[in-house]
C-alpha cells in the first residue's frame, strides 16, 4: 500500500479566481479495509483525495486540520507554515494547521485495486516539538473534535477546496482503576463441588462415630458374624466316659 | 453358614476391587498434578504475580494425596483380606484424613478458577507491562512472559490490541501513542524480530499485526487445570467414599 510522503513542488501559475472552487469531495475516515488503528489517542486515518483534484494537476495539496467550531475562522489565504497556523501551535493560540503537502502525482487515478491508500495524520513524532518544521505532521494534542478538508494552492493563491468533514472524535483511555477485578461471584459448579463432599464428609464421620461406638458398647457379638480364617474352634472332648453308676452296684 | 460365606467373600472381592480402583485413580491423579505443576505453559509467573496462585497450591496437595492413596489401597487389601480389625480401623481413619485434605484441594481449585477473570489479567498487563522502573524481578518477569506470551500465541493484549487505546497504562506513559498505539510484539514479526511492515502493524492493516486477545490461551490451560484437579478429585472422592462405607460394614462384622 502506499502512505503519504512529503515533498512539495511550487507552481507560479497565477489564477484568476478570487474564491478557491467548492468541490463536492468530504474527506472521511478510511473503512475500507477495517482498520484497527483508524482512531487512536493522537493519530486518525483519512482515505487519500484520489480522482477529486483532476482539474488541478499544478496545484499543492495541503490537509488543514482544525478544531470543531474554527472551521469558519480559517482563512484560505494563510500561508502554509505561517506562524498563526503552525503545528507547534496548535491548538492553542493557532486552532487550525495545514500538513501533508502533497501534489496530483502522489494521488494518481484510478486508484489501483488492491491498494491501500491511506493517510495516516499524527504520525510524525520527531518533528512535533520543532519549531523549524510548522506543517508537521504531528500527534494530535487531544481527543478533539476535529474536522478536516483539503485545500489546493497554487503558489500561495487557494484554487480549490474540499468540503469540511464530520465531527472526528478521538478515544480517550480510561485509567485502569476503573477496572473491577471483584469475582463474578460462584460459578454453580463449585458450589455443588462444596456441597456434596461436605455432605459426603460428614456422613462418613457419622458412620465412624457410630462404628466405634458399636464396637466399645458390644463387647460379645453375638449376632451374625464373619468367621475368621484362622479362627481356631475347641469341640469339648469327654476323655472319661462318665456314667452314672446304677444305684444298685454294691 | 455357605451362604454367610458366600457374603464374606463376595464383601471382600468388592472391597479389593474398591481399593485397587483408588490406588490405580491415586497414580493418576499424582501424575496429573505433577504435570500441572511442571508448568508446560509458562503461566506461573502470571498467575503468582495475580497473588491467586493456590491453583498450584491444589495441585501440590494432590500429588501428596495421590500417593497417599495408593499406599493406603494397598494397606486396605491387606487388611480385607486378613480380615484385620486394627489394620482396618487405621486404613479408616488414615483414608478420612485424606479425603479431607483432597476435598480441600478440589474446593480450592474449583474457587480459584472462577476469579481467574479477564479483568484481572488486564489490570496486572497495564499496570505492570514494561514498567519502566521495575519495582522487583517480578515486574522483568511478567513483561518477559507476556512478550513471550504475545509472540508464541500470536495475540495481542487480553482482550485484543484496543486494550491499549481504551485504558492507560504504564506502557503508554513510556511509548507516544503515534509510534506504538499497542508493544511491538503485537506486530506480526519476521525471522529476525522485526515486524515485516512496521506502517501496516501501527496502522492496524489486517494480516500484519495479530488482533486476538491472549485470554484464551491463559484460560484454557488453567481451566484444563482447574477441571482435571477438581472434577477427577471429585469422582475419585466419590468412589472413596462408598468403600469407605462399605469397609465400615465389613469391620463391623468381622469376628473378633
Same mark, same amino acid.
Given at each position: 500500500?502506499? #502512505?503519504?510522503?512529503?515533498?512539495?513542488?511550487?507552481?507560479?501559475?497565477?489564477?484568476?479566481?478570487?474564491?478557491? !472552487? *467548492?468541490?463536492? +469531495?468530504?474527506?472521511?475516515?478510511?473503512?475500507?479495509?477495517?482498520?484497527?488503528? *483508524?482512531?487512536?489517542?493522537?493519530?486518525? !486515518?483519512?482515505? *487519500?483525495?484520489?480522482? !477529486?483534484?483532476?482539474? +488541478?494537476?499544478?496545484?499543492?495539496?495541503?490537509? !488543514?486540520?482544525?478544531?470543531? #467550531?474554527?472551521e469558519s475562522s480559517f482563512n484560505n489565504t494563510d500561508r502554509p507554515g505561517s506562524p498563526e497556523i503552525a503545528f507547534q501551535s496548535f491548538p492553542n493560540p493557532a486552532r487550525a494547521y495545514m500538513t501533508l503537502n502533497a501534489t496530483l502525482a502522489n494521488y494518481p487515478c484510478p486508484k489501483p485495486a488492491g491498494d491501500i491508500t491511506v493517510l495516516r495524520v499524527g504520525s510524525e513524532t520527531s518533528c512535533a516539538k520543532d519549531e523549524m518544521r510548522p506543517t508537521c505532521n504531528g500527534p494530535l494534542p487531544g481527543p478533539g473534535p476535529y474536522r478536516v478538508k483539503f485545500l489546493a494552492l497554487e503558489g500561495s493563491v487557494p484554487v480549490a477546496e474540499t468540503q469540511w468533514s464530520e465531527k472526528i472524535m478521538l478515544p480517550e483511555a480510561k485509567s485502569s482503576n476503573t477496572i473491577s477485578t471483584t469475582g463474578s461471584g460462584h460459578s454453580a459448579g463449585m458450589i455443588a463441588i462444596t456441597t456434596i463432599l461436605s455432605i459426603l464428609f460428614a456422613i462418613l464421620l457419622a458412620a465412624l462415630v457410630a462404628m466405634l461406638v458399636f464396637w466399645s458398647s458390644d463387647s460379645c457379638s453375638g449376632s451374625s458374624t464373619f468367621?475368621?480364617?484362622?479362627?481356631?474352634t475347641v469341640r469339648r472332648y469327654n476323655t472319661h466316659h462318665v456314667y452314672d453308676q446304677p444305684a444298685a452296684r454294691l | 453358614m455357605a451362604k454367610n460365606d458366600d457374603c464374606v467373600h463376595i464383601l471382600q472381592g468388592l472391597l479389593v476391587f474398591g481399593n485397587v480402583v483408588i490406588g490405580m485413580c491415586g497414580i493418576a491423579l499424582t501424575a496429573e498434578c505433577i504435570y500441572f505443576v511442571s508448568n508446560p505453559h509458562d503461566l506461573y509467573t502470571l498467575l503468582k504475580a495475580t497473588e491467586n496462585s493456590d491453583i498450584y497450591a491444589a495441585a501440590w496437595i494432590g500429588i501428596f494425596v495421590g500417593l497417599a492413596l495408593f499406599a493406603l489401597s494397598i494397606l486396605g487389601i491387606i487388611g480385607?483380606?486378613?480380615?484385620?480389625? /486394627?489394620?482396618?480401623?487405621?486404613?479408616?481413619?488414615? &483414608? %478420612?484424613? =485424606?479425603?479431607?485434605?483432597? &476435598?480441600?484441594?478440589?474446593? /480450592?481449585?474449583? /474457587?480459584?478458577?472462577?476469579?481467574? =477473570?479477564?479483568? @484481572?489479567?488486564?489490570?496486572? &498487563? @497495564?499496570?505492570?507491562?514494561?514498567? $519502566?522502573?521495575?519495582?522487583?524481578? $517480578?515486574?522483568?518477569?511478567? =513483561?518477559?512472559?507476556?512478550?513471550?506470551?504475545? %509472540?508464541?500465541?500470536?495475540?495481542c493484549g487480553v482482550l485484543g490490541p484496543s486494550d491499549w487505546q481504551k485504558y492507560a497504562s504504564v506502557f503508554r506513559s513510556t511509548h507516544t501513542d503515534a509510534d506504538y498505539p499497542w508493544p511491538r510484539m503485537c506486530c506480526i514479526l519476521d525471522a529476525q524480530g522485526l515486524p515485516i511492515s512496521l506502517d501496516g502493524c501501527k496502522l492496524g492493516v489486517p494480516g500484519?499485526?495479530?488482533?486476538?486477545?491472549?485470554?484464551?490461551?491463559i484460560s484454557g490451560p488453567v481451566n484444563t487445570h482447574a477441571w482435571g484437579v477438581a472434577w477427577f478429585g471429585f469422582a475419585i472422592l466419590c468412589w472413596i467414599f462408598c468403600v469407605l462405607l462399605g469397609t465400615m460394614f465389613y469391620w463391623s462384622r468381622i469376628e473378633y
Open positions: 500500500f502506499r #502512505g503519504c510522503s512529503g515533498g512539495s513542488t511550487s507552481s507560479t501559475a497565477p489564477s484568476w479566481l478570487l474564491t478557491a !472552487v *467548492q468541490l463536492g +469531495y468530504m474527506p472521511v475516515l478510511t473503512t475500507e479495509p477495517r482498520l484497527e488503528g *483508524q482512531k487512536t489517542a493522537s493519530t486518525f !486515518v483519512l482515505d *487519500q483525495p484520489r480522482c !477529486v483534484f483532476k482539474d +488541478y494537476g499544478n496545484a499543492d495539496i495541503w490537509l !488543514v486540520v482544525a478544531l470543531d #467550531g474554527a468367621s475368621k480364617p484362622e479362627s481356631v | 480385607v483380606i486378613k480380615a484385620s480389625r /486394627t489394620l482396618l480401623l487405621l486404613y479408616i481413619i488414615l &483414608m %478420612l484424613i =485424606t479425603f479431607a485434605f483432597e &476435598m480441600a484441594s478440589c474446593i /480450592t481449585a474449583a /474457587t480459584h478458577q472462577d476469579s481467574l =477473570t479477564p479483568e @484481572l489479567f488486564l489490570k496486572q &498487563m @497495564l499496570e505492570r507491562y514494561q514498567k $519502566s522502573e521495575p519495582a522487583n524481578n $517480578s515486574d522483568n518477569e511478567i =513483561t518477559k512472559t507476556w512478550d513471550e506470551l504475545m %509472540l508464541q500465541n500470536h495475540c500484519y499485526y495479530n488482533s486476538n486477545g491472549c485470554y484464551d490461551a
